[in-house]
């Protein structure tokens, strides 16, 4: 792959300098020889929940509407697409396009939201944190996918950018269940580089917004530039050394580990040079990847848990059958003796993902689904907003 970035100076989200900006930077790189006529495109933005788009938080629509843009003159067709955390559904994510400005977006420009609520699992062979991963099934209706994410420092994970944005492919609530399952910082990362490596014969094509990123401490901040590349990593690089951060603790070491990228050289900038994008007090948590991402990521986990249905067996209905035990997939159920040394089945919440396949097999029905007060709230919104529809 290719390591060349292109680096451009973006200072506001004005619809003229934003075009300007986005064909400089797609001439320098050739776009149009790797964006074909008639291709379908899934361009993949950043909308992790339902904000403005001045947060900064989520794609700013200028920014996607100048690359759909460019995606249409060249004659290809896109369709916008996201999962947003919490929910996968048509409500929320009509929500989130509107309240984040892609509706409009859509509405003034030759492109589709996506509206496809079917997930599918893709096996990954050679992945280090999962063999299979599941993923939004728009995937498949479209021929390439180009990469718009945002530049940010995240209190949990530290640095996100282009890879980390690439986790926006799994489904709504099971990004809690991933989140769940790793451990550090350097988990987490390899989870990215198994979806990448899964997706690299459709994944074409990689923009970071940094006109306004967002620093430690979620404040936002100018860094005026628009950075682009065929190369995930290289991208991730090149910003990863432009906020002076250690490539050894991020994901660009783990790339180079797994011979996605050179270390030792990383990217080529082409387009203004990258010194004269530095901002020496640029607010960082500069983790390494042993960190936890557990620290602070208990919110998502109290979320998760409030508004999931979740498996109860009481011992003393529990016949001891094993059968439960042995289809659960995460292996979260011990099989155990009681007092009276008969066999009961025993859950292990930290591992259990909520599958409901203990539910569905027992013979003898003994598996009862608590359903929590958030889950009714929740699904009680969602189907009236499904009903207004
Ligand atoms: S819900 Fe699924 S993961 Fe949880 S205990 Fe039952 S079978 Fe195992
Ligand atoms: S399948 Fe049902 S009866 Fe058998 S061990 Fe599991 S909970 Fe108990």
């Known amino acids: 792959m290719k390591n060349l970035v292109s680096l451009t100076y973006l200072d506001s989200y004005d619809n003229l300098k934003v075009k300007t900006a986005i064909e400089k930077a797609f001439f320098n ?7 074909k006529p008639n291709m379908k495109v899934l361009l993949k933005v950043c909308l992790p929940q339902s904000i403005q788009p001045d947060s900064a938080e989520t794609s700013h629509p200028s920014i996607v509407r100048g690359v759909v843009d460019m995606i249409n003159s060249l004659g290809a067709k896109c369709i916008i697409a996201d999962s947003p955390y919490k929910t996968y559904s048509l409500s929320h994510l009509d929500e989130v396009y ?28 050679n992945g280090l944190k ?27 994970l530290g640095y996100l950018g282009a890879s980390a944005n690439m986790f926006g492919l799994v489904p709504g609530e099971m990004k809690s269940l991933v989140l769940n399952r790793l451990n550090t910082i350097g988990d987490y990362n390899n989870y990215l580089i ?15 917004d940094g006109v306004v990123a967002i620093e430690a401490g979620e404040t936002q901040r100018m860094l005026s530039c628009i950075a682009m590349s065929e190369n995930i990593f290289s991208l991730d690089a090149s910003i990863i050394n432009l906020l002076g951060l250690n490539y050894n603790n991020t994901i660009i070491k783990q790339a180079s580990d797994r011979g996605f990228i050179d270390i030792n050289f990383p990217f080529e900038i082409i387009g203004e040079k990258i010194d004269s994008f530095r901002i020496d007090d640029f607010a960082l948590y500069d983790y390494d990847l042993n960190t936890s991402i557990h620290n602070n990521i208990s919110k998502q986990k109290i979320y998760f848990n409030s508004h999931q ?35 009961y089945a025993d859950i292990d919440y930290k591992k259990c993902i909520f599958c409901n396949k203990c539910f569905l097999s027992c013979p003898y029905m003994v598996v009862k689904l608590k359903t929590p007060i958030g889950f009714k709230k929740l699904h009680k919104e969602i189907n009236k907003y499904n009903d207004e529809k």
């Open 98 to 125: 509107f309240d984040t400005g892609m509706l409009e977006v859509a509405n003034s420009s030759n492109c589709e939201l996506n509206h496809n609520l079917k997930i599918f699992t893709i096996n990954t062979p």
């Open 130 to 156: 999962a063999k299979s991963i599941t993923l939004l099934d728009v995937i498949n209706e479209v021929d390439v996918i180009i990469n718009l994410g945002k530049i940010k420092i995240d209190e949990n």
């Open 29 to 35: 790189l050739k776009i149009d020889t790797i964006i």
């Open 194 to 208: 198994d979806i990448i490596d899964a997706l690299k014969s459709k994944l074409i094509f990689n923009i970071l």
């Open 309 to 343: 249905q979740r498996p109860v067996i009481k011992p003393k209905t529990c016949k001891g059958c094993s059968v439960c035990s042995k289809i659960c997939p995460t292996n979260a159920i011990m099989m155990k003796y009681d007092k009276n040394g008969e066999l």
